[in-house]
């Protein structure tokens, strides 16, 4: 189970980091093609709720729920398509809550590194804590220029994904030493 979790912060890891360098590197690139993807996605699911409307032979208050729906979610999706700048503002403030999150995980896995006796237990904390205050920054002062929030946002999750590495690093490191203290009791205990 240890495994797979290292494997899957790892694989995070690096998708964080090549989605950090591209962030970091082409700002508006990223923040348009956002807008547009999830207007399209929008789009997409208000036309499926008007066409599932009007195929439907039995009109029921479900059925006139899902034309509502599908007429909101078509309405939004364009308006997100016709201002993607009004839209893109807001990734900050939700990039900010994804990292106060990682942020809170990271400070967990310093205390437990801390309660196995690690000695590196404080360089997590130290992480754990940039990365809270960059949440923390973006979440409730997102700056004026988009594509200068898009790349310092790049810019954190290359750092988050190097904690997570690092976190990696630490967890390996750790189990060593825990496992030679269990082998070295079990040896004096024969």
């Not at 690092?166 to 004096?188: L, P, Q, R």
């Amino acid at each position: 189970m240890l495994e797979k979790m290292r494997n899957t912060l790892i694989a995070s890891s690096i998708l964080y980091l090549i989605l950090g360098v591209v962030m970091l590197l082409f700002p508006g690139l990223v923040s348009d093609s956002i807008c547009y993807l999830l207007a399209l996605m929008f789009l997409f699911f208000g036309v499926a709720g008007v066409v599932m409307y009007f195929k439907t032979e039995i009109k029921t208050p479900f059925t006139s729920s899902t034309l509502v729906l599908g007429i909101l979610l078509g309405a939004f999706g364009l308006y997100i398509f016709l201002n993607p700048r009004v839209f893109a503002s807001f990734i900050p403030l939700i990039v900010g809550i994804f990292l106060i999150t990682d942020a809170i995980s990271k400070l967990s896995a310093s205390l437990d590194l801390k309660k196995i006796n690690y000695s590196g237990w404080w360089h997590m904390l130290i992480v754990a804590f940039l990365i809270l205050g960059c949440g923390m920054f973006l979440a409730f002062n997102p700056f004026k220029a988009i594509e200068l929030s898009i790349m310092v946002i790049g810019g954190v999750l290359i750092v988050d994904a190097l904690s997570n590495l690092f976190t990696i690093y630490s967890y390996s490191k750790a189990e060593k030493v825990s496992s030679k203290i269990v082998m070295d009791a079990e040896i004096v205990t024969k």
